[in-house]
């Protein structure tokens, strides 16, 4: 037990980095991909199959063209890069943020695929009961339509967080691989993976990312189960 | 109140057509499925926008396409009971029942909850959750609901149609109580004669889209050529009476009617009580001269006042009893060889066990709580 909690800092860093990055893309990936979720379960318009495929990009395209896209875009001198630096002092390449605009990125289409088909379960006539009672469309998503897809969110939600945990391609083409700032824990196992002698430290860190992941996701099924018995749905 | 409607619109191949005013206690909307009435409904609460029209309630405009005018639901204040009840599962049945309290303004809040409560007999199921409660609670608590936020006019589409027998019957006197005891004016679309009888002042049919009539109950009830071809057979004259008294020797109650006496089987009425009934024109037989040797207990003394054409073989005959019209169908042969026109005197004739549960509007002895 010791030898697995006995972490040098370096390492202490990689795993308190890969829970914030993975935290962050999370949170910030929930308003959006409610969101999309919406656009793409209830809207009705020109393009739609376009945004799905798009959304869904990062799914099919290998990781490392995701993180030179992101590079070419959100990077120093990338567009969107140059213009939030510019004028929100939000700078992305080579700091944490980057790590975890990632890794938002990549786990973006399993949150958005997991809220959607929540929202599709939706009995809508219970919206329009909802309605008759006085209820402007505002409410009705916020006291009807998002306790009831509470348990799809919660599962979008640790599904972005588990691939954020697991995220490499993307991260370190990004960001590439900087102790304390970007070396998230794959990037940190990788590192020790090509030195000699740091199959130790590959092998401690895995033990701990495998830990993390469990705990999560059975953190999110009992969540789940909890919701869904306090909706009496059986 | 009166609500005003004047409706043109497509469903697919479906024509809706619909033109009519009421201004009655609690209206029904009556018709075959399919007939539209569904769809006529959803287009006064505002779930569905119509091609072409106008809604007014009491004079407000809830729709006018000509003058570019529709207020979304959320702002019509027009409650709605649905066929399944729709209680929201993440609610306990007291927050069901406050949710729309909250949306709207304290100054127009009338409905107040504990007499709400007192009406339907929910108070044992505040602490529940929906799932947790059988289909007859689930519909008086979704009444509750739509009462609770003071609605200007009620709206109750088929409640009745997913529940069985003994569930209906459980929910009917409060529908009853509803229509009585609250000043609401109530739109109730149904399909089933029973129920109509029983619980509507005023009644639009509609048929294919179409409405094929409109009136007070009564009239509408006895003629039989205007109900769904299903349902015919339920069709017959409608009587507001009043339990006179209670023959405890036989188990029957005698009812004081327009037309005279009418025993029918104990109902669980006190004295006094109102109780509507209906009768069926197939259960009445028709006697040129006063009826001796014969079971039957209720004889009518009246004048024929309508013959009219039925289906096959059948004529039905109006017989005017004091100035209520009680139905008879017949067949043309024995009107022919009983010589009947227009002007007759003759008696009707009614057997006490024709009367049961769906047709006194009252619970029979089985559950008697009198």
Not at chain 1, 133 to 144: D, Q, R, S
Request: charged share 20%; glycine share 10%.
């Amino acid at each position: 037990m010791n030898w697995l909690l006995d972490l040098t800092p370096d390492e202490w860093n990689a795993v308190r980095l890969s829970i914030k990055v993975a935290t962050v893309a999370m949170i910030a990936s929930l308003p959006p991909g409610i969101l999309l979720a919406l656009l793409l379960a209830r809207g009705r318009f020109w393009g739609k199959t376009l945004l799905n495929g798009l959304v869904h990009l990062p799914l099919i395209l290998p990781p490392v063209v995701t993180g030179y896209l992101l590079l070419l875009t959100f990077g120093r001198r990338g567009p969107a890069g140059a213009f939030l630096a510019e004028h929100f002092g939000i700078v992305f390449s080579f700091r944490w943020t980057g790590a975890a605009l990632a890794c938002g990125v990549m786990g973006f289409p399993l949150m958005v695929r997991a809220i959607r088909l929540s929202i599709e379960a939706v009995d809508r006539k219970m919206e329009a009961a909802a309605g008759t009672l006085g209820a402007n469309p505002l409410w009705v998503f916020a006291t009807i339509t998002l306790p009831l897809i509470l348990p799809g969110l919660i599962a979008g939600a640790i599904l972005s967080f588990a691939k954020a945990m697991g995220e490499f391609g993307a991260t370190i083409t990004f960001v590439s691989n900087i102790p304390n700032e970007t070396q998230t824990l794959p990037s940190a196992i990788y590192t020790f993976t090509q030195v000699p002698g740091g199959d130790e430290g590959a092998l401690r860190l895995t033990l701990i990312s495998i830990a993390i992941s469990m705990v999560a996701l059975i953190a999110s099924e009992v969540l789940a189960r909890r919701v869904g018995r306090r909706m009496d749905i059986e | 109140m009166t609500l005003s409607v004047d409706i043109r619109h497509r469903l697919g191949d479906f024509a809706l057509e619909a033109s009519f005013e009421s201004a009655g206690r609690l209206t029904a909307l009556f018709g075959p499925s399919g007939s539209g009435k569904s769809t006529l409904i959803n287009l006064i609460a505002g779930l569905v926008r119509p091609d072409e029209g106008r809604v007014a309630v009491d004079g407000r405009v809830l729709v006018d396409t000509a003058a570019r005018i529709f207020v979304p639901m959320h702002k019509r204040r027009i409650g709605m009971v649905f066929q399944d009840a729709r209680l929201f599962p993440h609610m306990s049945v007291a927050s069901n029942l406050r949710y729309g309290r909250w949306f709207t303004p304290s100054s127009e809040r009338y409905a107040k909850m504990d007499a709400v409560i007192d009406l339907l007999g929910i108070g044992h199921l505040l602490d529940r959750r929906p799932a947790r409660l059988s289909g007859g609670e689930k519909q008086r608590v979704a009444i509750g609901r739509a009462l609770l936020a003071s609605p200007k006019l009620l709206l109750m589409d088929e409640p009745l149609a997913s529940l069985d027998e003994a569930r209906k019957a459980e929910i009917l006197p409060y529908v009853e109580r509803l229509r009585d005891e609250t000043k609401i004016p109530i739109v109730y679309v149904s399909h089933t004669v029973a129920e109509v009888a029983r619980l509507a002042s005023d009644v639009v049919v509609l048929a294919q889209g179409k409405v094929a009539a409109a009136g007070p109950t009564e009239a509408i009830m006895r003629r039989l050529d205007l109900l769904p071809a299903e349902e015919r057979g339920e069709g017959g004259a409608v009587l507001d009476t009043k339990v006179l008294r209670h023959d405890e020797t036989f188990g029957m109650t005698v009812l004081a009617s327009q037309a005279g006496e009418i025993r029918v089987p104990r109902l669980a009425r006190a004295a006094g009580a109102p109780v509507r009934i209906r009768i069926r024109a197939r259960d009445v037989m028709i006697g040129v001269e006063k009826p001796a040797g014969l079971s039957a207990l209720n004889i009518l003394p009246g004048t024929i006042v309508s013959m009219r054409p039925g289906e096959g073989p059948e004529v039905e005959v109006g017989v005017d009893c004091h100035g209520a019209v009680v139905v008879a169908r017949i067949t043309e042969q024995s009107r022919q060889a009983l010589g009947l026109k227009l002007g007759s005197q003759v008696f009707a004739v009614i057997k006490t066990v024709s009367f049961d549960r769906a047709n006194t509007g009252a619970g029979l002895p089985a559950e008697a709580d009198v």
